[in-house]
């Protein structure tokens, strides 16, 4: 997929749309204990271009920690994004898009969390907590 995709999707009861661009569409999974609290399951995002998305309807956000927000519908409560405060980022709900774009699984995030009744397959790259951790933990002299 090397063209830009223009996604467009809403919440189950359609009171928030959701559209953005993606240069590189790629699904994202994350087994972290957050995530699964949040969707019973796992959290499966897309990529888009940050400065493309498009937020129509009463989203809100819930802020889950010192780092992190998660969008939801108050009308129906779909989960709408995962979101970065510090950088405004939101990686949007794979499952707001029909056929989650058609992007293929490129990443897992805490795969040592995910519980014993799925997995998922694929030659995707998986991350365990401590690769996770060290992939978004600033590198020393960062703060």
Same mark, same amino acid.
């Given at each position: &997929?090397? %063209?830009?995709?223009?996604?467009?999707? #809403?919440?189950? @009861?359609? !009171?928030?749309?959701?559209?953005?661009?993606?240069?590189?569409?790629?699904?994202?999974?994350?087994?972290?204990? =957050?995530?699964? #609290?949040?969707? /019973?399951? &796992?959290? =499966?995002?897309? /990529? $888009?271009? *940050? +400065?493309?998305?498009?937020? %129509?309807? *009463? $989203?809100?956000?819930?802020?889950?920690?010192?780092?992190? %927000?998660?969008?939801? @519908?108050?009308?129906?409560? /779909?989960?709408?994004?995962?979101?970065?405060?510090?950088?405004?980022?939101?990686?949007? /709900?794979?499952?707001?898009?029909?056929? $989650?774009?058609? !992007?293929?699984?490129?990443?897992?995030?805490?795969? +040592?969390? @995910?519980?014993?009744?799925?997995?998922?397959?694929?030659?995707?790259?998986?991350?365990?907590? #401590?690769?996770?951790? !060290?992939?978004?933990?600033?590198?020393?002299?960062?703060?």
């Amino acid at each position: &997929m090397d %063209e830009v995709q223009h996604l467009s999707g #809403q919440c189950l @009861c359609g !009171a928030v749309k959701i559209a953005a661009t993606a240069s590189n569409p790629i699904l994202r999974a994350c087994h972290c204990d =957050m995530c699964r #609290q949040h969707t /019973s399951g &796992m959290f =499966m995002s897309i /990529s $888009a271009d *940050p +400065d493309s998305i498009s937020v %129509e309807g *009463p $989203a809100k956000s819930f802020r889950s920690s010192e780092w992190a %927000e998660r969008g939801f @519908c108050p009308e129906c409560g /779909s989960t709408l994004w995962y979101g970065t405060v510090h950088d405004g980022v939101k990686n949007l /709900s794979a499952g707001l898009f029909k056929g $989650a774009a058609d !992007a293929p699984m490129k990443l897992e995030f805490f795969t +040592d969390n @995910c519980p014993q009744g799925y997995a998922l397959a694929g030659t995707h790259k998986k991350l365990s907590t #401590q690769d996770t951790i !060290a992939l978004f933990a600033p590198q020393e002299g960062e703060a």
